[in-house]
């Protein structure tokens, strides 16, 4: 399964996507809010996790490339949480650009493309999606998604006890509000 909007191709990963990925995974500032950046084989072994959920349900985190030029940027998709949270089972929609690429609306509309997907192709009732509280930049896409900040707060447990990172904060939105088209906020 692939998407597609005015400038990008949401699709299956390439070999050729490993390189950029692990270099965007290298990136400190791409990185900021996670505990760690990967190591390029951690970044090769994630790439091929991803592919391979691909492969399984033909949908996920898929890779994204400009249609103008057909340069992997980085990833956006759907994807179940393998770890114990206060709210799983569900479906998240997460995303991970290339620094370059930033600030120009690529996540946004990609993302879009991916709810599109869950509610209409795979009838989702709803999607979450979570980040640091500190991460205000992810905060501000799942904003402009229309996504709505349900004020309960989690620690994400993958992230050590003392953390600065551990503390999440959870978007969710709901079909309905998806099919109603509520302005964001």
């Known amino acids: 399964m692939e998407l597609e909007t005015t400038r990008l191709k949401l699709r299956q990963w390439l070999p050729g996507d490993y390189a950029p990925f692990a270099a965007l995974n290298a990136d400190p500032q791409v990185m900021e809010y996670f505990p760690a950046r990967l190591e390029e084989a951690e970044s090769h072994v994630f790439a091929q996790k991803i592919e ?11 890779a994204v490339e400009l249609k103008s030029s057909r340069c992997f940027i980085g990833f956006v998709g759907l994807h179940q949480p393998g770890v114990d949270l206060p709210f799983t089972p569900c479906v998240e929609i997460g995303w991970r ?4 690429h930033w600030g120009r609306g690529y996540a946004t509309e990609a993302a879009t493309a991916a709810l599109r997907f869950a ?4 009838d989702l009732d709803e999607v979450v999606s979570f980040t640091s509280v500190l991460n205000e930049r992810s905060q501000l896409v799942m904003t402009k998604l229309n996504m709505v900040n349900t004020l309960h707060n ?8 003392g953390h600065p990172l551990r503390e999440h904060v959870l978007y969710k939105l709901t079909k309905t509000r998806w099919e109603s088209g509520i302005e964001p906020g």
Do not use: M, N, Q
């Not at 650009?97 to 370059?100: F, N, S, V, Y």
């Not at 509610?119 to 795979?122: C, R």
């Not at 989690?154 to 006890?161: E, G, K, L």
């Open 52 to 62: 391979s959920l691909i492969t399984e349900k033909s949908w996920g985190l898929w």
């Open 97 to 100: 650009l290339a620094k370059e």
């Open 119 to 122: 509610f209409e192709t795979l």
């Open 154 to 161: 989690f620690d994400y447990p993958v992230v050590p006890v």
